[in-house]
């Protein structure tokens, strides 16, 4: 299942729809850090609210998109960890270190904006 | 004589006793219907001697054991508990929340055997061999009744523990909002597994529906900390950041500070403020709050 990437001004945001494969993931990994160039965006939203499971991989993986867009010049941050998946998740050691996060997509794009006007 | 024919030979023996304690039992319930309010008179005098019940007043004492009579011979009578129980149970409820004690129903239940046992042995001295079987018929029901009214005042006891613990366990963990998206989460007392597994889900969701940014978790009222606990409380900070908020960690005693560092759980990544207040100012800032006196300005 493909995760929809929306471009919002400055900002991309991607909504995970339901539960992701690997091979989903690698592809989010792959469409994002070309997507966070080709479209000049400041700041990458990843909307997991719909994910009831975060399993070590998919953990993985968004730490390593949010140091590969790092590193194209954008800033990441994860949303919308539910507390039941945040709390089976540090159960399991998963703390997705050195990641933001916020609450919801709202908080999120008020960090980005805040962010990039203190920036600017 | 094999071990089977013994058994079967017990069996019957069994088995024909009921018709011959079938009327026994009438004739017992008889004499117990007749001379039902000297014996209860009777009874309740045994009660209040021997200091059971202390927490009900003569009359109401009376009142119940009139009941609980009634019962009794009536369970004799049918051979059934269910009436009893029945009236167990309710009566275990109306007396639990006056602290009445377990050894005080057992007493009084031993009691009534007594008193009855007492009154048929006055009844029937004269004949030894019926005494015997008199008392062979009623002390087996006298027993199960016992038995039933005991055990029905313990479940019912435990019930209501339970129904504490639960409550208990509710009021013990509170996350309340002191500012707008500023959570304070006190905690009092022991922590066990459970419970830091239930105070962890609690803030979870009181970040989520009060959409805090940052929580400061107290824990001047902890008295003691081990290396499992400690852990249960990084993992706390670490869900909670997941879902976006900030945890400043106020009131960690000098003991617990000596023993986390003693043991050796790494509580690097925590954000720990000396008190409760310098929790709340640092929230404040993070917060971007300022809070200035009234007459600051004059």
């Given at each position: 299942m493909e995760v929809p990437v929306?471009?919002?001004?400055?900002?991309?945001?991607?909504?995970?729809?339901?539960?992701?494969?690997?091979?989903?993931?690698?592809?989010?990994?792959?469409?994002?850090?070309?997507?966070?160039?080709?479209?000049?965006?400041?700041?990458?939203?990843?909307?997991?609210?719909?994910?009831?499971?975060?399993?070590?991989?998919?953990?993985?993986?968004?730490?390593?998109?949010?140091?590969m867009i790092h590193l194209r010049g954008a800033d990441t941050i994860i949303v919308g960890i539910q507390p039941e998946v945040a709390f089976a998740m540090v159960q399991l050691g998963i703390t997705l270190e050195g990641v933001v996060t916020a609450l919801d997509l709202e908080e999120g794009l008020s960090y980005l904006k805040e962010k990039f006007d203190s920036d600017a | 004589m094999t071990k089977r024919e013994t058994v079967w030979r017990e069996t019957l023996v069994r088995d024909a006793a009921p018709d011959g304690t079938a009327v026994l039992l009438r004739e017992l319930i008889a004499h117990l219907r007749q001379n039902q309010s000297q014996l209860r008179e009777e009874w309740a005098r045994r009660i209040t001697e021997a200091r059971l019940l202390t927490a009900m007043s003569n009359d109401?004492?009376?009142?119940?054991?009139?009941?609980?009579?009634?019962?009794?011979?009536?369970?004799?009578?049918?051979?059934?508990?269910?009436?009893?129980?029945?009236?167990?149970?309710?009566?275990?409820?109306?007396?639990?929340?006056?602290?009445?004690?377990?050894?005080?129903?057992?007493?009084?239940?031993?009691?009534?055997?007594?008193?009855?046992?007492?009154s048929l042995f006055e009844k029937y001295q004269a004949d030894f061999t019926k005494l015997d079987r008199i008392l062979d018929a009623y002390e087996p029901a006298a027993n199960r009744?016992?038995?039933?009214?005991?055990?029905?005042?313990?479940?019912?006891?435990?019930?209501?523990?339970?129904?504490?613990?639960?409550?208990?366990?509710?009021?013990?963990?509170?996350?309340?909002?002191?500012?707008?998206?500023?959570?304070?989460?006190?905690?009092?007392?022991?922590?066990?597994?459970?419970?830091?597994?239930?105070?962890?889900?609690?803030?979870?969701?009181?970040?989520?529906?009060?959409?805090a940014k940052v929580v400061v978790i107290d824990i001047t009222g902890v008295a003691a900390m081990d290396a499992t606990v400690a852990n249960h409380l990084v993992q706390t900070v670490e869900a909670s950041r997941l879902l976006g908020a900030t945890v400043i960690v106020t009131g960690l005693s000098p003991e617990i500070a000596q023993t986390l560092v003693t043991i050796g759980v790494d509580l690097g990544k925590m954000n720990t403020v000396g008190d409760l207040q310098g929790g709340i100012e640092q929230a404040e800032r993070l917060l971007g709050y300022k809070v200035v006196p009234l007459d600051a300005g004059s």
């Open positions: 929306l471009k919002q001004g400055p900002f991309l945001i991607a909504t995970v729809q339901a539960a992701l494969t690997d091979e989903d993931l690698v592809h989010l990994r792959k469409a994002m850090i070309e997507r966070v160039v080709t479209s000049r965006s400041l700041g990458v939203i990843i909307d997991v609210t719909a994910m009831d499971i975060m399993d070590s991989f998919a953990s993985r993986t968004l730490c390593e998109i949010a140091q | 109401e004492l009376f009142a119940e054991a009139t009941a609980v009579y009634d019962q009794y011979v009536e369970a004799l009578e049918t051979g059934t508990l269910e009436a009893l129980q029945a009236y167990a149970r309710s009566l275990s409820e109306r007396i639990i929340p006056r602290g009445v004690e377990t050894h005080e129903v057992v007493g009084i239940v031993l009691l009534l055997r007594d008193v009855l046992a007492r009744i016992a038995n039933t009214v005991a055990v029905g005042f313990v479940q019912e006891r435990e019930r209501v523990i339970r129904q504490q613990q639960e409550a208990i366990r509710e009021l013990s963990t509170p996350v309340l909002q002191v500012r707008e998206r500023l959570l304070i989460l006190p905690i009092i007392g022991v922590i066990d597994p459970q419970r830091a597994r239930q105070l962890t889900e609690q803030l979870l969701r009181g970040i989520r529906t009060n959409r």
